[in-house]
Nanobody, 122 residues
Framework: DVQLVESGGRSVQAGGSLKLSCVAS????????TAWFRQAPGKDREGVAT????????YSDSVKGRFTISQDKNAKNRLYLQMNSLKTEDTGTYYC????????????????WGQGTQVTVS
């Protein structure tokens, strides 16, 4: 059974940086897509960034140039989100998600989700 566990969320001042981590277990597929989503209070969940197993990345316009998604190059069971130049509108619960198959899009059906980690920017 696939499990995703996020960590690294905390309160930070605007302009600061934060790095989120997601550890995946039970994930053995060769072709996959992993992603970060976020949900602000009272708003719909939105895609932040995606990455395929061959390192192709996509970012939402709102974070492009400020956030970087990456994965552990060796084990590939760890996903990261480096967040720089944080803004108050980046506040929300950040979720790690994964899906089988190389098609990697925010609208894809991500079958696996973590429990979320809270990021508060003030």
């Amino acid at each position: 059974d696939v499990q995703l566990v996020e960590s690294g969320g905390r309160s930070v001042q605007a302009g600061g940086s934060l790095k989120l981590s997601c550890v995946a277990s039970g994930y053995t597929r060769r072709s996959y897509c992993t992603a970060w989503f976020r949900q602000a209070p009272g708003k719909d969940r939105e895609g932040v960034a995606t990455i395929t197993n061959d390192e192709v990345t996509v970012y939402s316009d709102s974070v492009k140039g400020r956030f970087t998604i990456s994965q552990d190059k060796n084990a590939k069971n760890r996903l990261y989100l480096q967040m720089n130049s944080l803004k108050t509108e980046d506040t929300g619960t950040y979720y790690c998600a994964a899906k089988v198959g190389s098609w990697c899009h925010f609208k894809a059906d991500f079958g696996y989700w973590g429990q979320g980690t809270q990021v508060t920017v003030s």
